[in-house]
């Protein structure tokens, strides 16, 4: 009888285990699903939409005295704050390091990213993002005094060329300019300096953010050296994984911007604030 007893009790047990089992799988898929089509909703909840940006990146996102105040203000934002608008809800920028702005995003630190980011294969598979919004060609950046001397990929053998840490221009250094030596830096003025300096070669940006900071310093140009861009390079903004919703909102506002041209006239507005703000 208590060997009867005994089986009759592990069978019960094993129904149990695997009821509770079923159970809390059930309950973490219904979490998961939560997750992914609440995202708008708690935003619009909260009444506050946080970006995680990197303020270093004029015209696109910078910094700039108003009324005496020190702001954060660019393409992006005028951007972001349109979006906001359309959700009806106010805007909380968090600026940080480049590097730093996809883990504020990862952990839940900011609602979404927005800093020039591309939306690479690799990204994709830990963020969604938006519909490309931009998309800029790169340009190698020089010193004017050596004009003559880069102007091929290959007379960047073994030089030093600068790209912001965990940007898209670090991969354009690596595959494009393979024989150079990458040097990375987390802010975009402090590789300026360095070109300034002579502390690196050459320097990899974005044509926009590189024309603005050409129109700041004489000494530098864009050298003759032809890189290719893709569709891969494009702005978008990263979101959390599943947000289903809130992109399919974001994607409608931005298709909107882009259609009417009013992206571009942002960054022709934020690239003459951007050198102003040097002037002053």
């Given at each position: 009888?208590?060997?009867?007893?005994?089986?009759?009790?592990?069978?019960?047990?094993?129904?149990?285990?695997?009821?509770?089992g079923?159970?809390?799988?059930?309950?973490?898929?219904?979490?998961?699903?939560?997750?992914?089509?609440?995202?708008?909703?708690?935003?619009?909840?909260?009444?506050?939409?946080?970006?995680?940006?990197?303020?270093?990146?004029a015209?696109?996102?910078?910094?700039?005295?108003?009324?005496g105040?020190?702001?954060?203000?660019g393409?992006?934002?005028?951007?972001?704050?349109?979006?906001?608008?359309?959700?009806?809800?106010?805007?909380?920028?968090?600026?940080?390091?480049?590097s730093?702005?996809?883990?504020?995003?990862?952990?839940?630190?900011?609602?979404?990213?927005?800093?020039?980011i591309?939306?690479?294969?690799?990204?994709?598979q830990?963020?969604?993002?938006?519909?490309?919004?931009?998309?800029?060609?790169?340009?190698?950046?020089?010193?004017?005094?050596?004009?003559?001397?880069?102007?091929?990929?290959?007379?960047?053998?073994?030089?030093?060329?600068?790209?912001?840490?965990?940007?898209?221009?670090?991969?354009?250094?690596?595959?494009?300019?393979?024989?150079?030596?990458i040097?990375?830096?987390?802010?975009?003025?402090?590789?300026?300096?360095?070109?300034?300096?002579?502390?690196?070669?050459?320097?990899?940006?974005?044509?926009?953010?590189?024309?603005?900071?050409i129109?700041?310093?004489?000494?530098?140009?864009?050298?003759?050296?032809?890189?290719?861009?893709?569709?891969?390079?494009?702005?978008?903004?990263?979101?959390?994984?599943?947000?289903?919703?809130?992109?399919?909102?974001?994607?409608?506002?931005l298709?909107?911007?882009t259609?009417?041209?009013?992206?571009?006239?942002?960054?022709?507005?934020?690239?003459?604030?951007?050198?102003e703000?040097?002037?002053q």
């Amino acid at each position: 009888m208590k060997k009867y007893f005994g089986i009759i009790l592990t069978a019960m047990m094993v129904i149990t285990l695997t009821a509770c089992g079923s159970g809390e799988k059930k309950t973490a898929s219904s979490e998961s699903a939560k997750t992914e089509t609440n995202q708008l909703e708690a935003i619009k909840k909260a009444g506050v939409l946080k970006v995680g940006t990197s303020a270093d990146f004029a015209p696109f996102e910078f910094h700039k005295m108003v009324d005496g105040k020190d702001e954060i203000v660019g393409a992006d934002v005028d951007m972001v704050n349109k979006i906001a608008e359309e959700l009806g809800v106010k805007v909380e920028f968090m600026d940080m390091e480049f590097s730093a702005v996809l883990t504020a995003l990862q952990q839940g630190k900011v609602d979404v990213a927005i800093s020039g980011i591309s939306a690479t294969e690799e990204r994709q598979q830990t963020f969604d993002f938006s519909m490309n919004y931009y998309n800029p060609p790169q340009k190698v950046m020089i010193n004017k005094k050596n004009a003559d001397l880069y102007t091929s990929i290959d007379s960047l053998k073994q030089k030093k060329v600068g790209a912001q840490k965990g940007s898209i221009q670090e991969n354009v250094v690596k595959e494009q300019l393979g024989d150079a030596q990458i040097v990375s830096v987390a802010k975009v003025p402090n590789l300026v300096i360095e070109l300034n300096q002579g502390s690196i070669d050459a320097l990899v940006v974005e044509e926009t953010i590189g024309a603005a900071y050409i129109a700041q310093n004489e000494d530098l140009m864009f050298a003759d050296i032809d890189l290719v861009s893709n569709e891969d390079e494009a702005y978008a903004i990263a979101l959390p994984k599943g947000s289903t919703e809130l992109k399919t909102e974001i994607d409608k506002i931005l298709e909107g911007l882009t259609k009417d041209g009013t992206i571009e006239e942002y960054v022709q507005k934020n690239i003459k604030l951007a050198n102003e703000s040097t002037d002053q």
